[in-house]
Each structure stands twice: as C-alpha cells, then as structure tokens.
C-alpha cells in the first residue's frame, strides 16, 4: 500500500515562512491535496491538486510536488494559522498523511 | 452555499450496527463528477477515509474496512446513508462526510460537514 510521510511539528515565527513537507514515493506523479484543521473544527480544503487555492484561502497559502515531496508553503505566518495539516493523494485508495501541527511562535 | 451535515447516535455498543446519515444542500448527487464521501478521524489522530458514493452510484470503500461498510444515496432528500457493522471501540470517532467533486485532476474533499462522535462503549 502506498504511504505518505508529514512531519509531526513545524514551528515558525510570526511572520515568516513554514514549510510543511508531505513524502511519497514518486508523489510527484500524484495530485496532491491540503487540509487545515484548527482544534475542534472540520478540516478545510487550503490547496487541491498540488497548487490551486479555493476561493477563499488567502494567497500566503501555496504548494508545490516534485520528485517524493509534496510541499505546502505558509508566507507570513499568523497565529490564525495554528493548526494541523493534513496532505492527501489518490493511489488506488484515498491516503492521508498523519498531520503535521503547526506552532507559531 | 454548499453545506452538509451529519446525524446519528452519539453511543453505540459493541458488535451494533451504525447507521449515518449526510444531509447536504447547494449542490445536486444528480450531476456528473459530483461524490460524497465519509471520513473518520478518531480522537486525537489523524484523517481516515471510508467510502464515496458517486452521482453515478458507483460505490468505493476502505480496502480495510470494506467488508463491514455499505454507502447508499436518496437524492431526493440531499441525503446519503453510511452504515457500518460490527461496531468495536476501536471505532469511536469523529465521522464526517464531504463534499468530493471527481475531476480529471483529481478527487478532493470540500467542504465538509461539522462532523458527529461516535463513542463505541458497552
């Protein structure tokens, strides 16, 4: 079965850049999708195939994929931003990663 | 506006049978591409898909999970039904159901109802 990797934790200072990695075997070759998730709330769809924004999520929010790493990109990080992230790709069955919380000092 | 939202029992025992229903709206289970799908998420860790159930009525699930779960639609009530047997402990979590548009890049969650926890416990 196919598996995908997130770090447990990213911190980042306030204003500046995380990066938030998601690793797969050749996850290049895949569509790979975002989720944010604050305490207590559904998930919220941040990026979907790699690097389209929905209507709605601020242009700080951007994503990449290439080779076996998946990347979700956070500019001017902001305490509303505290949460977990979650990557998501199809392969044979829909698999998400374990979710990388992110802390913002 | 697209919404969706969860219902069913808050408790279940063990080896019962589950029975969840999504009530959606601003979007029709009629037109081509569009799917519902049903994830998990038991306390404190991560994301768990179940099943999709497509406009078509073409029908997905869990590899894991497969034998235990059916996923059935009535679009005339916005509604689709998830039901999954032989409830164990093991289950008690947050299921939601989602929104998931097929399309020629890919399948995607969004959005997603509020949620419902289940607690599997005798």
């Known amino acids: 079965s196919y598996e995908v990797t997130q770090t447990l934790s990213v911190s980042v200072a306030l204003g500046q850049t995380a990066i938030i990695t998601c690793g797969g075997n050749?996850?290049?070759?895949?569509?790979v999708h975002w989720y944010q998730q604050k305490p207590g709330q559904a998930p919220v769809l941040v990026i979907y195939?790699?690097?389209n924004r929905p209507s709605g999520i601020p242009e700080r929010f951007s994503g990449s994929n290439s080779g076996n790493t998946a990347t979700l990109t956070i500019s001017r990080a902001q305490g509303g931003d505290e949460a977990d992230y979650y990557c998501?790709?199809?392969?044979?069955?829909?698999?998400f990663g374990g979710g990388t919380k992110l802390t913002v000092l | 506006q697209v919404t969706l939202r969860e219902s069913g029992p808050a408790l279940v025992k063990p080896t019962q049978t589950l029975t969840l229903t999504c009530t959606f709206s601003?979007?029709?289970?009629?037109?081509?591409?569009?799917?519902v799908s049903w994830i998990r998420q038991p306390p404190g860790k991560a994301l768990e898909w179940l099943a999709r159930?497509?406009?078509?009525?073409?029908?997905h699930y869990s590899t894991s999970l497969k034998t235990r779960l059916t996923i059935s639609k009535d679009t005339s009530k916005n509604q689709v039904v998830l039901i999954m047997t032989n409830m164990d402990p093991a289950d008690t979590a947050t299921y939601y159901c989602?929104?998931?548009?097929?399309?020629?890049?890919?399948?995607?969650?969004?959005?997603w109802g509020q949620g419902t926890l289940v607690t599997v416990s005798s």
């Open positions: 989602a929104r998931t548009p097929r399309t020629s890049v890919g399948n995607w969650f969004d959005p």
């Open positions: 601003g979007f029709s289970l009629t037109t081509s591409g569009m799917c």
């Open positions: 050749n996850i290049g070759d895949k569509g």
């Open positions: 159930i497509d406009w078509d009525n073409d029908r």
């Open positions: 195939s790699n690097t």
């Open positions: 998501q790709v199809w392969h044979t069955s829909v698999v």
